[in-house]
């Protein structure tokens, strides 16, 4: 592995968002999405499954929403073990909050169903096909943006049992996209000084970017934020967790930052930093 590059086995912790009204917005990820309740103290919870935290929300009544055309949170996309899992989730959120459904496509890499939370988040769920159907060409992988029928999707993999209980199998952060000013200023930042690698770009308007050969664990795109500045204090995205294998790799990424000048912050367990549009970072080791 080349000392400028993250560790293959790197991966993506929960996102954590800043939101007004901290009931409804749990109902929304507990009853729908259908992530359960892992810790709730004072203003903050924290949603997911088994030991795997997905989503963290923190009450900030004080924050008002940001314009549509900021940089911050294009969508915080929830990867699900089988079509039959993503089925049930997905049928929870139609059924429970019908309104909030934005589209589905068939990616080639994954199938996924985009939605907006009550407070204006974008929520991607979705299951990925195995890596062996994924083409790569000239190192950068194929991907598209292909009908996908939801009402197909869930005739052929929604089970009753999914419907009596929609928690089914793990879930986990699968890669959160961002909003950004331009994309060589994403690429010089999350390539040049993170050590992501770049899977695929397209144009001068959405980078994709991935550790260990992944289709992708972040994106970040100008489609309506093009020459937006550092972010102000705001209702949605707060914080996106990744996590590096090893202690090893959180020292080696904490020397990288340093070098290239970029301020962080390190109380022994995590390294954070923000991104040239204030989006908070936080590098950790995963738990085992």
């Not at 089988?82 to 989730?89: M, P, Q």
């Not at 089914?168 to 994403?186: K, P, R």
């Not at 000048?261 to 995590?270: A, C, K, L, S, V």
């Amino acid at each position: 592995m080349s000392e400028h590059l993250l560790a293959a086995d790197t991966g993506m912790g929960p996102v954590t968002l800043s939101v007004g009204d901290l009931d409804a917005m749990t109902a929304y990820y507990r009853d729908a999405v259908a992530l359960e309740v892992l810790d709730a103290a004072g203003d903050t919870v924290t949603l997911g499954r088994g030991a795997t935290p997905v989503v963290i929300l923190t009450h900030a009544p004080a924050l008002r929403h940001a314009s549509s055309r900021d940089a911050g949170l294009f969508h915080t996309a929830i990867l699900f073990e089988s079509e039959e899992a993503l089925a049930a989730s997905v049928y929870s959120v139609a059924q429970k909050y019908p309104a909030t459904f934005t589209g589905s496509s068939d990616h080639l890499v994954s199938k996924a169903f985009y939605f907006t939370d009550p407070e204006g988040n974008g929520v991607e769920l979705y299951w990925d096909r195995d890596r062996s159907a994924w083409s790569w060409v000239h190192g950068s992988i194929e991907m598209s943006t292909l009908y996908l029928d939801p009402n197909a999707f869930l005739q052929e993999n929604l089970t009753e049992g999914a419907v009596a209980s929609p928690m089914i199998g793990g879930a986990e952060v699968g890669h959160v996209h961002l909003q950004v000013g331009d994309v060589a200023t994403a690429r010089e930042f999350y390539v040049g000084r993170l050590g992501f690698d770049e899977t695929v770009a397209f144009g001068d308007q959405a980078l994709f970017v991935s550790a260990g050969g992944y289709h992708h664990h972040m994106a970040m795109n100008t489609w309506n934020s093009r020459g937006a500045g550092p972010r102000l204090p705001a209702l949605g995205l707060a914080q996106v967790d990744i996590e590096v294998p090893a202690a090893d790799d959180l020292s080696a990424l904490s020397e990288r930052m340093s070098h290239f000048g970029i301020q962080t912050r390190d109380d022994g367990q995590t390294v954070s930093f923000d991104d040239p549009w204030a989006n908070a970072i936080r590098v950790g080791v995963a738990s085992t």
